[in-house]
Structures are given as C-alpha cells and as structure tokens.
C-alpha cells in the first residue's frame, strides 16, 4: 500500500542554523500536507501543496513538492526555539484518505 | 483552539475493559477522522466518517469501532483492550468529504493508558 517515508527522525540544532525534513512516498501524489506538532500539543495544519515543482513559503519556512510528485521537503531558515516540534508531512493519494509520515522531531539549543 | 474538542482527556483503564473516545468536530465540518498516536510512532489514520457514514478505513482493530451520529459528533469504541492499546488518540475534523485535500483541524486528544 501507499507509504509516506520522512527523514530525519530527529533533528537537533543551534539556534539561527537551518533545518530540512524529507519525506519520500511510494507512490504518485496528488497533493501533499504539511503539519507542526508542539510538544504536548496536536498537529496543526501548516500548508499544503498540490502542483507538481510548487514552491510556498511562509516567513521562515519554505515548502517543496517534487516535480514527480514523489517527494517534498520543509527548509527552514534562522531556527528559532519557537520551531521545536514534530513536523509531519502528509500525501493524499487514490486512497482516498492521508497518509502521515513518522514525523521529524526538531531540537533547537538556544 | 482548533475547535475540536474531545472528551476525556485522559483515560485509565485496565487490560480486557472497553472504552469509549468522544470527538465533536468543528462547527460545520462533516468529516471527522480518527488517529491513533503512540510512542515514537506517527499518526495511524484509523477512520473516517463523513456525515454519518464510513467514508475511509485505515488501519483499525476489529476491536475497535467507530460511528458519527446524526448531530456530527463521533465517538471511537475501544473493546477487549490490551497493553499495546495505549496511546494518544486524536480527532480531526474537516470541512468536505475527505480525499485528502482537506486541511484538517485536530482536536486536542484522548490519551489512554491501559495497565
């Protein structure tokens, strides 16, 4: 069945240095969603993309879907401590229903 | 507040017992999906109903059961529970009927421990 892959697992890093998670699915999506989870707290909807290459940005935080609609990626910019949390990516696909990725969990030292 | 809300939100219970997770969903959304969340795991996608009935299944115990009733709200049914069943359980909502081009509101989660 369908698989959505995301790695790093974890990520620790120094304040103001970048950060990027890859998610990898097994197969073509038709869109993809990214989410931030706090810790303690539930996964809050960031953004999503649906065309193949497109590229979003939100300040800090720029999102990626691939050309073959395979993989995407979330860079982020300057790490702040307010960026710690679990990002999750998230394909649709003929499923029908979302596929999570595992999550990679961000540390960020201050 | 995403709007979501879950009742309870912790539940202890022992091995073998049955339990019952309620989500209301946000006010005008009809489709509400259930995650379940452990350890070091992502999120299981378990269900989805859109405006009363079974939408999507994912990866749901046949010990488990769901249903949305008639005024939107959910409730997710856990029976003959076993140690592996403790976990974070979340509810999410949407506007439309799913498909995964929904942006979805999760609820602030029901977290079980069974002993």
């Known amino acids: 069945g369908q698989q959505v892959m995301q790695i790093p697992q974890y990520q620790h890093v120094q304040e103001g240095e970048d950060f990027t998670t890859y998610c990898n699915s097994s197969t073509t999506l038709s869109n993809i969603q990214w989410y931030k989870q706090r810790p303690g707290g539930h996964p809050v909807f960031l953004i999503q993309?649906?065309?193949?290459?497109e590229v979003k940005k939100q300040k800090r935080l720029t999102f990626q879907f691939g050309e073959a609609k395979k993989n995407s990626s979330l860079h982020i910019t300057a790490t702040q401590t307010t960026d710690v949390g679990t990002y999750f990516c998230?394909?649709?696909?003929?499923?029908?229903?979302?596929?999570f990725g595992q999550g990679t969990t961000l540390q960020v030292k201050p | 507040d995403s709007g979501v809300t879950q009742t309870p939100k912790h539940l202890i219970t022992a091995t073998g017992q049955r339990v019952t997770l309620r989500c209301s969903p946000r006010s005008g959304d009809l489709s509400v999906y259930w995650y379940q969340q452990s350890l070091d795991q992502g999120l299981q996608f378990l269900i989805q109903?859109?405006?009363?009935?079974?939408?999507a299944k994912g990866n749901i115990l046949e010990r488990f059961s769901a249903q949305q009733f008639p005024d939107l709200h959910s409730e997710l049914n856990l029976s003959s529970l076993e140690l592996g069943d403790s976990a974070l359980y979340f509810c999410?909502?949407?506007?439309?009927?799913?498909?995964?081009?929904?942006?979805?509101?999760f609820g602030p989660g029901t977290r079980l421990t069974v002993l």
């Open positions: 993309l649906v065309k193949s290459g």
């Open positions: 998230a394909g649709g696909g003929n499923t029908g229903k979302l596929i």
């Open positions: 109903y859109y405006n009363g009935e079974e939408r």
């Open positions: 999410a909502s949407s506007v439309e009927r799913g498909g995964g081009l929904d942006e979805q509101f």
